[in-house]
């Protein structure tokens, strides 16, 4: 598969915990650049569903734990760019929440190479054992209802990943302050080691 942009974003709340995405977001974010949007669930509005299938011809979405309105949603999901195995999930039946090794057994469980998790409404990106997790945060900055240090402010943020071959680049778009900064993150799936000749 050629190279392409693909959109990870979740926890939206729109319009029960925030009004809409971001401005400056919705402008970054035009038809035509992104060929896949991975919803990691939470997207409890209709217009923020059209809008989201109208970035790209391939919507994908997992339910979250506020999707009551669309019963029919797979807890979980796996998608292929290059020779990466994609895992993605809202989070919610992560217990610890966010928890490291949950996480581990989870993506070990989905057999995949990336595990892509929502819930927490914080952005975090880690390698762990050969594999990738990454937690795009919450577009809308939505407030969380657990997990927060006493004075913790919400950072609205999402990611577009770039897969080419056995490479992801993550580009995480943080809205601080008045302005959004870019952050750049690459990941290299591990080869498995040639077997020899057997004797």
Not at 182 to 188: A, D, I, L
Request: aromatic share 8%; net charge negative.
């Amino acid at each position: 598969m050629a190279s392409r942009l693909v959109l990870v974003l979740g926890d939206l709340f729109i319009p029960d915990r925030a009004a809409d995405i971001p401005a400056k977001f919705k402008k970054l974010l035009s038809p035509g650049k992104i060929g896949q949007t991975l919803c990691l669930g939470n997207l409890t509005d209709s217009s923020t569903y059209d809008f989201l299938r109208a970035l790209s011809p391939d919507l994908q979405i997992v339910k979250g734990d506020y999707d009551v309105d669309a019963p029919n949603l797979p807890p979980s999901k796996v998608v292929t760019h290059g020779s990466l195995r994609i895992g993605f999930t809202h989070g919610h039946t992560v217990v610890p929440p966010g928890d490291a090794d949950a996480l581990l057994i989870m993506a070990r469980h989905m057999d995949v190479d990336v595990l892509l998790w929502g819930g927490t409404h914080r952005f975090e990106a880690y390698e762990l054992e050969g594999k990738f997790f990454v937690n795009p945060g919450s577009a809308t900055g939505a407030v969380s209802t657990g997990w927060w240090e006493e004075g913790e402010e919400v950072v609205p943020s999402f990611c577009l990943m770039d897969v080419q071959g056995d490479v992801l680049v993550l580009y995480v778009y943080q809205l601080k302050g008045e302005g959004v900064s870019v952050e750049k993150v690459s990941f290299r799936k591990e080869r498995a080691p040639e077997k020899g000749p057997e004797e």
